[in-house]
């Protein structure tokens, strides 16, 4: 999803509390740094349509329920947030005007810019937002992002079984049509970088009427607007002639190509039969940034690739033998091995649960040796497992992957390095889709196996990945905690974080929190991938931004 420079907490925070005051509430995203070479030899136009390499969304275009970058692309192109971020993960001002907090930041008042609409052309107001927060909050509706909106007064009366339909947040109030305030529960300094993600985008009264249909045609607030969605095949975005934010549009709309095979999609951007590709296939990994056929792109990256171990998995669970077992499978794995030969380099290993570019990253954790090659301690910690309850033979350690994302080789390889070093079975077990594979862990069918995860935070801080991916108000179908983990110790951790004064005291509540799961290992970090990607010859603008995305709104290309 990332989803380098990143924008440290108290900046973040500042930037959205002061607003435009001290500048950060306009100007366009940040300035062209290393980005790939760029053609010249023609006219680009901004009413071209560029073609983009995707994947199908697993699930309706509803902000609120989109937990995956393949959904996540198109929800985050055709919605504006409060906030958004540029390229480099600065915040700015964009629906909102101002974001004020009180005295200890237990509760904000927002005011909200002039003029904004939906594309169905209806004003975007207080209730906008009021209505549209407390709907992904109602356990009626299933939301898989529903966790976001916990630390808001009146989550847990809509969480029960029974609540009305209808039922609305007690802690947001309706001012006026430009303002509403939130009352949290607990004090936030992340609040109004928490808003910039996409399950705080406001809905249009037309959505209550049929959510169902509007996850399939969807209003935009956004610079794009929904054009169509051709399942397993293309959604089309085109530009919103009605926004009126401060993007800057450089092309006439978005193709968003589905692709299930990698090599496919860039051996078409080789050949100009597609504009942009996001990620390199592990054939081209070694040659890309030398392909004279293609623009590159490699860039430092914010991205956790991971891979959970159910809590329900029989020998795996939250006890004593479960932690031998799940460090002994960490420690068996030569990440710089399959790093530098599977993957060209075009990755870092992992010494927490964050990246080397996001404020609050460690290199030094007590048990970051948990995620480094250890031959000879991960067959110990085994055998002290064994001496617990026995693993049985016959069995195999199995890892689950969707086929469609490139994984086939890096797990592939992790199940000879485990099955090398622990003399156990291992194997790597694809899924043919990234729907199919998401859907089936949404049902909670893969409490048998471990299976692949990945995280790019939501917005720049440690808290996205800890709070998205482990907090308890995340497990149970709620968010991205598809372990089902859950630490009360762990969460009290992130909750000390969120009520820091500044920016160095909450990392430390985080590493805290983090060593934690360097001990029970809920999912084992493999690597933090860099941004890569190509564009085809013929295109201009080419970069990746803060959260992995292609900033699609640079994009141009040749007529």
Known sequence: MKKGSKLTLVSATVCALALLANGCGSGSSGTNTEGAEQSSSTQSSNNAVVSVHGCEPAQPLIPSGTAESCGGQ????????????????KAHNDLASEIKGNDDMSQYKITLANGRKFSDGTPINAKSFTRAWSWAA????????????ANIKGFEDLQKQGVPADAQFSGLKVIDDKTFTVDL??????????????????????????PKAYGENPVSSGPYKFESWQHNAMVKLRKNSDYGGEVKVQNGGIDYKVYTDMGSAY????????????????????????????????????????????????????????????????????????????LGGLGVQPTDFTAPTIPGYAKHLKGSDN??????????????ADAISKWP???SFRMLYNADGGSKDFYDGMANSIKNTLGIKAEATPVPTFSEFRGNIKKRLYNDAAFRSSWSPDYPSPESYLMSNFASSAADGNGSNDGDYKNPKFDSLLKQAAMAKDTNEANKFFQQAEEILLQDMPAVPLYNPTNNGASAKK??????GWDGYPIFAELSKDQ
């Not at 985050?76 to 993960?89: E, K, P, T, W, Y």
């Not at 529960?185 to 009264?205: C, R």
């Not at 995620?371 to 002290?384: L, Q």
Request: charge should be positive; aromatic fraction near 10%.
């Open 393 to 395: 033979a016959d069995r």
């Open 371 to 384: 995620i480094k090659y250890n031959a000879k301690k991960a067959k110990e910690y085994w055998a002290k």
């Open 267 to 342: 051996s078409d951007v080789q050949a100009g039969n597609l504009d942009v590709i996001d990620r390199i296939p592990t054939s081209a990994v070694k040659t890309f940034m030398t392909d004279s056929m293609v623009q590159s792109y490699n860039k430092p990256g914010s991205g956790l690739q991971m891979f959970t171990i159910p809590t329900a998995m029989e020998h795996f669970g939250q006890d004593q033998e479960g932690h031998l077992r799940r460090q002994a499978i960490s420690m068996a794995i030569d990440r710089k091995m399959l790093i530098d030969k599977v």
């Open 138 to 149: 109602n356990v009626n509706n299933g939301q898989l992002n529903a966790s976001f909106f």
């Open 185 to 210: 529960i607990s004090p936030s300094s992340t609040f109004p970088i928490q808003v910039g993600y996409g399950a705080f985008a406001p809905l249009p009264e037309s959505f209550y009427k049929d």
């Open 539 to 544: 295109v201009h603008g080419m970069r990746l």
């Open 74 to 89: 198109v929800v985050d192109a055709i919605n504006s947030r409060l906030v958004r971020f540029d390229d480099q993960g």
